[in-house]
């Protein structure tokens, strides 16, 4: 690195004087000099020659005087390391320099010996202000890239080690969480640009705000559709009583939202949100170019699965049960055994529910229903047909009805 310093002063051999004895220096690459012969032109030449690294001023110069000059540069966003000269005695003059904001002082006769040390202690001190300005700029740019992806919080501590952009993959526990609007592609065909623009942005604004508020991380928003994980990139033993707590307020922020645009003649279809937990491999796989944090693994896989097997099970909300087993005194209803697509085994899901709606009556009732139906009781089609009737708007328990109707027997469900 070549130090950049000016030097202000009227004295018209100063310049060749300074060239001499810091001959080696400049030969060497360390330091070059610029010139001004008072605060006029000082300024003139700072504003050409933006990396200047230092200020060495005399004070007593025509036109304008160096205590001038500081305060003109203490305005300045940057402020510039100023070393003032004066005469031994002009003490006065030292303490107002300093006041306002200058590095340090020499006095005239100069010691070069002294002017060479006040030169370096101030140079490193520049450096040290660079290397601050430096990491205080990843941070933030860190911290603008971090934001899109985590809480308010989490995104904080993470800026502040930058370590984080340059995660490898990495196998954690985590849960994992998929949404996706029913009938988005429908809604973006026949919708206005800007009004599908103001309904997406609008949506996308609250569900993350919902997610952040949980301490989850948004993987990845693809249209309509977000992932969200917890316990990456930070621990969190409690991840799937996190993600529960989390569907639950994301379903009840999606169906007010639903509401709210319904009253403005746009139908929105109803989110769908699927939730699993277990080993994935997590970490930035952006390609060394882009920060893309995100995970890979068949319990990514299954919760993507879950998301989309509500549309044939007409819940909002399916999760596993080893989701459900995680989750301290979860609350929820039995959907079935379900055989993913795609897949061979099948894996016992459940709709999560609130408290008010776990101790509902009509719970109570499909509870009883679904009882039936795992002990292969002739009695099952009835219970359902029961809890039909007294809540038409159940859609998991006329999806088990249908089946029984069509033949169907036992808690296996096969999708297609």
């Known amino acids: 690195m070549t130090a950049k310093i000016l030097v202000v002063d009227d004295e018209p051999d100063l310049e ?106 101030t140079i490193r001190h520049v450096e040290m202000l660079k290397e601050a300005r430096r990491r205080q700029s990843e941070a933030e740019r860190a911290h603008a890239s971090l934001s899109r ?18 995660l490898a993959g990495q196998r954690r526990e985590v849960a994992s969480l998929f949404t996706d609007i029913a009938g988005f592609t429908t809604l973006v065909e026949r919708l206005d640009p800007a009004l599908l623009a103001e309904i997406l942005n609008e949506y996308l604004a609250e569900m993350t705000n919902v997610v952040f508020a949980h301490d989850g991380t948004v993987a990845k928003i693809v249209g309509d559709a ?16 996190r993600a529960v707590a989390c569907a639950l307020d994301l379903d009840a ?54 998301e989309a097997a509500n549309k044939q099970l ?19 209803r039995p959907v079935g055994d379900v055989v993913l697509r795609g897949k061979t085994e099948a894996l016992r899901a459940f709709e999560p529910l609130t408290e008010a709606a776990s101790d509902d009556a009509a719970t109570a009732r499909y509870r009883e229903a679904f009882s039936k139906l795992e002990a292969a009781d002739a009695g099952a089609m009835a219970a359902f047909a029961a809890v039909v009737g007294q809540k038409p708007d159940d859609r998991l328990a006329s999806f088990h009805l249908k089946r029984l109707l069509n033949g169907g027997v036992g808690t296996r469900i096969e999708l297609a």
């Open 16 to 121: 060749a004087l300074v060239v001499q004895k810091f001959r080696r220096q400049i030969r060497e690459g360390g330091v070059r000099f610029l010139f001004a012969h008072d605060g006029v032109e000082a300024l003139s030449t700072l504003a050409e020659h933006r990396d200047i690294d230092m200020v060495l001023s005399d004070i007593n110069m025509p036109r304008m005087d160096g205590l001038s000059l500081l305060a003109r540069l203490q305005e300045a966003e940057d402020k510039l390391s100023t070393v003032i000269v004066s005469a031994y005695g002009d003490m006065a003059n030292i303490r107002t320099a300093m006041n306002r904001g200058a590095f340090d002082f020499l006095t005239k006769p100069i010691d070069f010996a002294d002017l060479e040390a006040t030169i370096a202690k």
């Open 149 to 166: 992806y985590f809480s308010p919080n989490l995104a904080e501590r993470l800026a502040a080690d930058g370590s984080i952009l340059a």
């Open 226 to 241: 977000i992932h969200v994980l917890f316990g990456a990139p930070g621990d969190q033993p409690d991840h799937a009583d």
């Open 253 to 306: 922020c999606s169906e007010a939202f639903r509401m709210r645009w319904a009253e403005r003649g746009v139908a929105v279809g109803a989110t769908r949100i699927g939730v699993n937990a277990g080993p994935a491999i997590v970490g930035n796989f952006g390609g060394g170019r882009f920060f893309d944090y995100t995970a890979y693994g068949d319990t990514i896989n299954t919760a993507a699965r879950l």
């Open 314 to 332: 007409g819940t909002r909300v399916c999760v596993s049960a080893t989701v459900a087993e995680r989750a301290q005194g979860f609350r929820g």
